[in-house]
């Protein structure tokens, strides 16, 4: 009894929170403005701006993930071979940045990357050629993982150090190389820690609007821009909703794709 | 029984006196009025000074968006004395019967307001019996005279191939709209769907010259020198060219969209003669300019414009001109469906790639 008593605070939270606003976004999503059933909010993601968005978005964030894994994951292994003091330390400093509003530092980035901005100044006074990335692509994906690149870096850290050293040493011991051992021992242990930190910059970096319209000038459209478009210009909540069930769609097909290869549900976040 | 009524009565008054002392306490009290205004908008001397003058006391509240406003003088909750809504809101609570028609014989003050800025009013407030204008403000070319050797008369600028790479528009669909739809020649309301194609023909066209898509950043790039022209409003002009000696603004030739705030009386207010008072009160030309030299969005009070300086006069982003005011339309509400037409010509242009 005093057990279930002290998780109605969870409860609350979770249907406050999670459960009642996502039937919300259901209910809004397949019903149009009379409150009759419609599927035409989730159909209009096939006109070709809306498509092309999510496209576009699917593409950018797949190219963030991929980046932020293969920056993250070495730092990872450096951190593990750290004695805990020091890398305790750089953890720290990693995510020291994170004290610091999202948007703020996303600003800072639209500052430092302009065109007569920090990095263009000290570029030129070193007579090198100008960064020109700001108000593009690229300078999207950039900003996206310089966000998000501490969500792939924890967990992948957390696993990684519970590999124990016997572990490995063991691996050798039966006669596996360094590069047999990380691949066939040490890769496949640190699964669970890759697959949460996927889900974890890929899902923020899908539905993102922000970061497109800051570090891309509002010039790349990406889906979460039309999604935001639809709520507080038109103010058609219904369409906003079916786009964002879309979007969802695509989010539980990506976990439930990564759940596959973390059947023990070690991927805990941090 | 008689004791009993004596207590009670004492215990009434001096409650009273309690509540009396709590609202200011202050002496010949001729009541309050409840002002609902937008953010940062007063100079709150001002404030002070009808106080002092009138002794009516002032309780004063603020809000950030029309939106925000609305539901609130809907709901009655509070009975607000004046606010001061933006036009299409106020076309929008006159429908809706939330306003009551203002007895212009307590505001004297009225002979100051500019006539042009009457004449505009009438699109919101058919018969200009429901507001008075507050601030008014154009949509208009902000550039940099350092970067931009021409001229700027008219939105084609906008469209001028050497300054590629170095405009800016607003990234909201009926500001974006204007500048195509006035060189053209067409209504900023329009929802005609030829019109507006060719509106997004020109936009598509613009597309590769522009820098970026931008709201509030304007202010920063523009300050800094990162652009060499922007869409902008010209409410903050002043204070940007404080920032930056070098920017000028313009209301192009063709016309453009402008916006009036105005002080409009809901119907529950309970002091609705201390509103007119407040509303006289701050169109007294010295109280005007007071204000606008605190708040700098341009003021429709001639009066106060005769007091200013001719530097600021000369100033289109304080005063464009009689001539091209005229030719300035409020935006109105389109409905669902032509903000639904809008959205999604706005989500063409946007989706057309220029660069990777």
Not at chain 1, 224 to 253: C, Y
Request: with cysteine; net charge negative.
């Amino acid at each position: 009894m005093s057990k279930k008593l002290l998780s109605t605070p969870y409860l609350i939270w979770m249907i406050g929170f999670t459960m009642i606003p996502l039937a919300l976004v259901v209910y809004y999503g397949i019903t149009d403005k009379t409150g009759a059933f419609t599927l035409q909010n989730i159909l209009s993601i096939a006109t070709p701006e809306r498509m092309n968005a999510l496209l576009r978005s699917l593409k950018l964030s797949l190219i963030s993930t991929g980046i932020c894994l293969l920056l993250a994951y070495p730092l990872a292994m450096i951190l593990k071979s750290l004695k805990v003091k020091q890398s305790s330390f750089i953890v720290f400093i990693f995510i020291l940045p994170m004290w610091m509003n999202f948007l703020l530092r996303t600003m800072a980035w639209q500052t430092l990357l302009d065109r007569n901005g920090v990095i263009n100044s000290i570029l030129n006074f070193l007579h090198l050629p100008a960064l020109n990335i700001i108000n593009t692509q690229t300078a999207i994906i950039f900003g996206m993982v310089y966000n998000f690149l501490p969500f792939m870096v924890l967990p992948i850290y957390n696993v990684l150090v519970k590999i124990g050293d016997d572990t490995v040493e063991a691996a050798r011991d039966l006669g596996a190389n360094s590069t047999q051992t990380f691949f066939r021992v040490i890769f496949p242990l640190s699964m669970p820690g890759v697959i949460s930190g996927i889900t974890m910059v890929f899902v923020p970096a899908l539905t993102t609007f922000v970061i497109s319209d800051l570090l891309g000038g509002g010039m790349v459209l990406l889906i979460g821009n039309v999604i935001e478009q639809e709520f507080t210009f038109t103010a058609n909540w219904n369409l906003g909703s079916g786009l964002s069930l879309v979007l969802m769609i695509f989010i539980l097909i990506s976990m439930a794709l990564l759940a596959k290869y973390d059947k023990d549900g070690e991927g805990a976040a941090f | 029984m008689k004791k009993k009524i004596m207590i009670f009565v004492l215990a009434v008054s001096l409650c009273l006196s309690c509540l009396a002392g709590c609202g200011g306490g202050k002496k010949n009290s001729k009541g309050v009025v409840k002002i609902y205004n937008w953010g940062e908008y007063i100079d709150e001397e001002v404030i002070q000074q009808f106080e002092d003058e009138t002794g009516i006391e002032v309780i004063y509240d603020t809000f950030e968006t029309n939106e925000e406003m609305y539901p609130i003088i809907e709901a009655g909750g509070t009975s607000y004395d004046a606010v001061c809504p933006s036009d299409y809101m106020i076309e929008k609570m006159i429908k809706n019967d939330l306003l009551s028609e203002i007895n212009f014989d307590n505001i004297p003050n009225m002979k100051y307001i500019s006539e042009s800025i009457m004449e505009g009013s009438k699109a919101f407030d058919p018969e200009n019996k429901y507001s008075v204008p507050y601030t008014f403000g154009t949509l208009g070319i902000l550039y940099n005279t350092t970067m931009v050797e021409e001229p700027v008369t008219s939105w084609n600028a906008l469209w001028n191939e050497k300054y590629k790479g170095e405009i800016l528009m607003y990234n909201s669909p009926r500001d974006l709209f204007t500048a195509p739809l006035e060189l053209l020649g067409y209504s900023i309301n329009t929802t005609d769907e030829a019109q507006l194609g060719e509106a997004k023909e020109l936009l598509l066209e613009q597309k590769p010259l522009l820098q970026r898509y931008v709201m509030d950043q304007i202010k920063d790039i523009m300050i800094s020198g990162s652009a060499a022209m922007a869409m902008a409003y010209s409410g903050e002009v002043l204070q940007l060219q404080e920032a930056n000696p070098d920017l000028a603004y313009v209301v192009p030739e063709e016309g453009s969209n402008y916006f009036i705030d105005s002080w409009v009386i809901p119907a529950n207010s309970e002091n609705k003669e201390n509103a007119e008072a407040w509303i006289n009160f701050l169109n007294d030309p010295e109280i005007a300019l007071k204000n606008f030299e605190y708040i700098t969005y341009s003021t429709p009070n001639t009066g106060a414009q005769e007091l200013m300086d001719q530097a600021l006069l000369e100033n289109p982003a304080v005063f464009p001109g009689e001539e091209i005011l005229k030719k300035c339309e409020v935006f109105h509400s389109l409905g669902e469906e032509g903000d639904t037409l809008f959205n999604d010509l706005w989500l063409e242009i946007k989706d057309a790639a220029v660069k990777s």
